[in-house]
């Protein structure tokens, strides 16, 4: 059987920031009287610790670019501009053992929140490099679709510039072009090598996300099965081929979230190092054609030609 073997790091680091026109001196006071939410207690606790980290920091100190900060969603377009054009911004950094996740990187983001509501700032994940969408509660429990990936679909049809036919008009067009490639942004905070799938066809590119985000799914959650275990290695070894169900993605947006008359079948991908830190997630080892041929054909389940939303963020228990 074919196996990978990826180094898995005793701690991570993520980074959250938020642009505002005023931030204050005393980011930790502003923390500490913000009104009480899901993780208040676990950001006083943290608080001045590799933990939980609090800078301001405006132009002249800066050792990242705001200008490299975009939206995935249009409707953030705006405020994607005008944190591109800040200069007063208050960081957030959270150094935190790799068992410590996914609570250590809520908490980070949660006190981002908090501080983007006191000062009605515009938040930013510096590690996927995208905007967050205003007004976010962070859950109490742990969702991947919640922006955690920076996955977004690219403009269809490569904005324009690509011209192949559509796979219903022509044969040829179920490999007419490889515009696509999609790539993870985000799984290295939880000690795992980012995806990406690539070569893809322009319309086949949501089929492809689907089956990242399902990928990204499944890893993460046999990635927290094994750290449970209390591995002394530095590294882990998982098998190549990798065995998805309908489950895995919906368990992406937490939940089923679609009705089937049949429960369609599993199906598999195939993973294959390119660096230590990323993967390439492709068809099978023994499938015969394209990883096109593969993502049009009758291989995958219904739902990864479908466009989800994620689910409302409502009110939620309090965190333990």
Do not use: K
């Not at 900060?69 to 800040?86: K, L």
């Not at 515009?122 to 991947?144: C, K, N, Q, W, Y």
């Not at 479908?306 to 333990?320: E, G, L």
């Amino acid at each position: 059987m074919s196996t990978i073997t990826f180094p898995v790091p005793s701690t991570t680091t993520s980074r959250f920031a938020v642009a505002g026109t005023s931030i204050p001196g005393d980011l930790a006071d502003l923390l500490y009287e913000s009104p009480a939410g899901p993780y208040h207690a676990h950001i006083a606790g943290r608080l001045g610790s590799p933990q939980l980290q609090v800078t301001r920091e405006d132009l002249t100190c800066l050792r990242w670019d705001p200008g490299q900060i975009t939206a995935s969603r249009p409707e953030d377009r705006q405020a994607a501009r005008a944190f591109n054009d800040a200069t007063e911004f208050a960081v957030v950094t959270a150094f935190a053992p790799i068992t410590d996740q996914p609570r250590g990187v809520q908490v980070a983001r949660a006190a981002a929140q908090a501080i983007a509501d006191a000062v009605g700032g515009i938040t930013a994940d510096l590690i996927t490099g995208h905007l967050l969408t205003p007004s976010t509660t962070e859950r109490a429990h742990f969702v991947l679709a919640d922006q955690w990936l920076g996955d977004v679909l690219p403009p269809f049809r490569a904005n324009g510039r690509c011209t192949a036919a559509e796979p219903g008009l022509d044969p040829e067009g179920v490999n007419g072009c490889a515009c696509v490639r999609l790539r993870t942004r985000g799984l290295r905070r939880f000690g795992l090598p980012e995806l990406q799938i690539g070569e893809v066809a322009c319309p086949h590119d949501l089929a492809a996300l689907n089956v990242l985000r399902t990928t990204a799914r499944r890893l993460l959650t046999d990635h927290w099965s094994w750290l449970a275990t209390g591995p002394a290695a530095g590294a882990r070894t998982i098998a190549a081929a990798l065995h998805l169900g309908h489950g895995d993605f919906d368990g992406f947006w937490d939940g089923a979230r679609r009705v089937h008359l049949t429960p369609p079948a599993p199906f598999q991908v195939h993973l294959c190092p390119l660096t230590s830190r990323l993967l390439a997630v492709g068809p099978p080892a023994d499938f015969d054609g394209t990883v096109n041929d593969w993502l049009w054909g009758d291989t995958l389940p219904l739902g990864m030609y479908d466009v989800p939303r994620p689910p409302a963020a409502a009110p939620h228990p309090a965190a333990a």
